[in-house]
């Protein structure tokens, strides 16, 4: 019973994550999302999101946190995007609002950590 109650509620934190959109994927200036994004979740632990190769409404990312990372090609839509676990989502004034699931490894809980991001 109790590895049926921690999938359900698996499903339930990366449902946190998901939005779904009917909008169409359409070019972004890579002025806006290009470069290094750090800062601390609120679980106290840093990270660092690195955007490059901005063209269209694809770039590439790097991400990293506490001893993890994360390479990968990202499609940016509604002024955010997915990389694993993690969604980013841009925001006013060199910001962006930073949400990931963490999954404890021994119990196998998961819980939604946010954080704010600035681009230095």
Do not use: C, H
Request: glycine share 8%; aromatic share 10%.
């Amino acid at each position: 019973m109790a590895d049926i109650m921690s999938v359900l509620a698996s499903g339930y934190s990366s449902a946190a994550l998901q939005t779904p959109s009917k909008t169409k994927y359409v070019n972004v200036d890579p002025a806006l999302y290009s470069g290094t994004w750090t800062g601390t979740y609120s679980n106290t632990k840093k990270f660092s999101i690195t955007v490059s190769d901005v063209q269209g409404f694809r770039a590439q990312v790097k991400y990293q946190s506490e001893g993890t990372v994360k390479y990968q090609s990202v499609l940016i839509k509604d002024g955010a995007f997915r990389i694993g676990d993690t969604k980013f989502a841009l925001g006013k004034n060199d910001t962006a609002s930073i949400r990931n699931v963490v999954t404890d490894a021994a119990t196998g809980q998961t819980q939604l950590v946010t954080g704010t991001a600035k681009r230095s």
